[in-house]
């Protein structure tokens, strides 16, 4: 039997439990992808209910239906293209007044939608009472209450879309103040007869704001509508003394203010909260640092310890592997191809599940927490320094994990530019990959004060980049303006699968990848490619790096997984007591080259998908000439000095 | 109201409240911050501010807010 189908979409801000809504709905049946051409998430989902199957669109969380964000311009070229039967517009009850101001666009863009007041169980707490009754006879559209961490709610919500498809209804129209109105009417009328996407009154008060998109549709064959709207939004301008794009959004305000006044009582005068309190010492302008320093390092060393210890433990497990399938398929060149990339698998398998699951799930732990966005507001300052904003911290944090997480994440900035300098300062940030070269080289036979040089010399770097690059790379730098989310529980359901989805994006990004380059490197190896290319490589790595000729293989080896090149140091030198063969100028130099030269397979792979295959060039060679320089210069510093 | 008297929001200190006046800035920074309810005669109070005059967050319209440094100067207030 064909089951009915229904397709319905989540609209609504970050930050009020729609992702929360949308796994409740959906649990593991979704598929995480990106809207096509964009980097910007696309997560969908299906689920079963009452003889339908209800396929579920998680738009991205956006504050207003402008065009200021790709986000914002997908939401809304979605919600217009009737693609989706009903909408569900998640809000956020505890803040009504400013919630509705999404809501009020939704209205204009004339869709049958369910508006679901999620956080329905904080009211109480908060001191608020809400008429939801009335707030729907205002509205025109089902309202209903919702708890969408207890579940509670959302089949109603369900039910109430279900059966708005067969009235027909329409939202009602509500009304601004009579000069905005007057003006409203006049676009429509000449607008009436012209085919346009959008429904006439959502046009018009887009042209009175200014909007680029519409002005865009109407440039060639209507400028005679483009003119007339110049001249309302300059009456408008003349009678307010602000831009007519500001009047518009204020009116929009005022008329929040005005339907959340009609349903809303305040009970009990608010005293200070938990989350208050909690803010004077995570939000203090000294305090704050230390605080932050202390959790991030509380996490870190969580990762790393239980990471390592995990991926030990795994670890023991190859030599079995590799003898039991040497033992049953032989030694030829075949099998040790299909080994190379059974163990490149098995590899990336002892990376994701110890270290990037666990960090994962502790950053949305934190992430949802809340606390994740006190970093980027301690941060700022800081990362304004190299041309980006507080946001860009959670790449960057995540890169000290892997990088390929990293870059995929930079998704969370505002604009291509700021993408794109995110990204480039990511792939610079030592992975924990690299961090075992490090620890296992210089940490080891130089000392921790050396590995922390290092370190500050690679943060110096990326200083250095982001000044350089803000600079070169053309537009506008992006202000921080981010809504701080009070704390709350975190979700653990939520995190679990999000951590889960993460996981298959990774082992989908760079499986394939670091499988490929593992045959071709392992394939280069058998038919004794290695060794002519590495003394191809000599004067590069010997004459001006200082290194024995022999470290061009673990430089190639280590375009496949940076830890290799502590791995196969050993193997090749013979000896785990590096100090024995090696100098100890050579030992910082090839930790420092390590850290700083082409990123990995797979973070390439990852460059790639965000950025291009131009971007991603770009940033691979700039990493290895600036491994080259910069380790050259370090090499006769180091010789210099001893 | 009148721009005069007018200082920037960065100028205020924690826990100071105000009015918007006007926000000096581009169409695109104007209209994202006017979405979020940042239009003029709208109170607005200082919750708190980094060292240096970073970022800081502020309350409008019972939401708090994050605004950097940059955007924060662009917001003109009168202290009430």
Not at chain 1, 41 to 69: C, Q
Not at chain 1, 592 to 613: N, Q
Request: charged letters at 15%.
């Amino acid at each position: 039997m064909i089951t009915p189908k229904i397709n319905i979409a989540l609209a609504g801000s970050a930050n009020v439990g729609k992702s929360v809504v949308f796994n409740h709905l959906t649990g593991l049946h979704q598929h995480i992808g990106n809207w096509p051409g964009k980097t910007v998430e696309k997560a969908e989902g299906t689920l079963h209910y009452k003889g339908y199957t209800i396929d579920v669109l998680d738009l991205p969380g956006i504050r207003s239906l402008s065009t200021y964000s790709l986000e914002e311009l997908i939401t809304r070229e979605y919600l217009i293209s009737n693609q989706s039967d009903f909408i569900i517009n998640v809000i956020d009850s505890t803040k009504l007044e400013t919630n509705l101001i999404f809501t009020l666009q939704l209205l204009e863009l004339e869709k049958p939608f369910v508006l679901a007041l999620n956080m329905a169980d904080l009211l109480k707490k908060n001191g608020i009472t809400l008429d939801s009754k009335k707030l729907a006879a205002i509205l025109g559209v089902p309202v209903t209450l919702v708890s969408a961490i207890y579940g509670k709610g959302l089949a109603e919500s369900l039910d109430q879309g279900i059966s708005s498809l067969h009235k027909k209804t329409k939202p009602r129209i509500l009304k601004y103040g009579k000069e905005v109105e007057e003006r409203i009417e006049q676009l429509e009328q000449v607008l009436q007869n012209i085919p346009l996407i959008y429904p006439t009154r959502f046009a018009a008060i887009k042209l009175l704001e200014k909007d680029e998109e519409i002005e865009k549709h109407l440039k060639t064959a209507h400028p005679e509508i483009l003119e007339k709207a110049k001249i309302l939004n300059l009456e408008l301008e003349k009678i307010h003394g602000h831009s007519s794009s500001v009047v518009i959004a204020d009116e929009r305000c005022l008329l929040a203010a005005h339907v959340a006044k009609q349903v809303m009582t305040i009970t009990k005068p608010q005293k200070i909260s938990f989350n208050e309190r909690l803010d004077h010492l995570t939000g203090h302008k000294i305090l704050g640092y230390p605080v932050m320093l202390a959790v991030l390092s509380v996490m870190f060393i969580t990762v790393f310890k239980g990471g390592a210890y995990a991926s030990s433990l795994l670890e023991q497990l190859l030599p079995i592997m590799q003898t039991t399938f040497y033992g049953i398929f032989g030694n030829t060149l075949t099998t040790t191809l299909i080994f190379s990339s059974i163990s490149s698998i098995f590899a990336l398998i002892s990376l994701a599940i110890p270290y990037i699951a666990p960090f994962y799930f502790l950053l949305f732990i934190l992430e949802d927490l809340g606390y994740l966005a006190r970093v980027a507001y301690l941060m700022d300052n800081l990362m304004h320094k190299v041309g980006i904003h507080g946001k860009a911290c959670l790449p960057l944090i995540l890169g000290f994990g892997c990088n390929v997480p990293a870059c995929l994440s930079c998704r969370i900035m505002e604009t291509q530019r700021e993408r794109f300098l995110t990204g480039l300062l990511t792939v610079f940030v030592p992975c924990s990959a690299v961090t075992v070269v490090v620890a296992g080289l210089t940490g080891r036979f130089l000392g921790l004060k050396f590995a922390f040089g290092l370190y500050l010399l690679v943060f110096l770097i990326i200083f250095i980049i982001g000044k350089i690059a803000a600079r070169i790379v053309p537009g506008e730098p992006t202000e921080l303006i981010m809504e701080m989310p009070s704390y709350k529980l975190p979700n653990i359901k939520t995190i679990a699968l999000h951590t889960w989805f993460k996981l298959k994006e990774f082992i989908y990004i760079a499986g394939p990848v670091v499988i490929i380059s593992g045959i071709i490197i392992e394939g280069a190896n058998s038919v004794g490619l290695l060794t002519p290319i590495s003394n191809f490589l000599s004067p590069i790595t010997s004459a001006w790096l200082g290194l024995p000729p022999a470290t061009g293989i673990l430089l190639i080896l280590g375009i496949l997984r940076k830890e290799l090149i502590l791995v196969m140091l050993a193997s090749i030198l013979g000896t785990e007591n590096f100090a024995a063969v090696l100098t100890n100028a050579q030992i910082l130099v090839l930790s420092l080259v390590s850290m700083l030269y082409i990123p990995c397979s797979a973070t390439i792979a990852a460059l790639y998908k965000e950025f291009g295959w131009k971007k991603a060039l770009l940033i691979t060679v700039l990493k290895i000439s600036l491994a080259i320089i910069v380790g050259g210069l370090v090499f006769r510093a180091f010789n210099f000095l001893q | 109201m009148t721009k005069k008297n007018a200082i920037s929001l960065c100028d205020l200190e924690k826990d100071q409240n105000a009015l918007i006046v006007a926000i000096i800035a581009g169409h695109k920074s104007a209209k994202r911050l006017a979405d979020l309810g940042l239009t003029p005669n709208t109170p607005i109070k200082i919750l708190r501010k980094t060292i240096f005059c970073g970022p800081m967050e502020v309350q409008v319209r019972g939401m708090n807010l994050v605004l950097g440094k940059g955007v924060a100067a662009k917001v003109l207030v009168k202290k009430s």
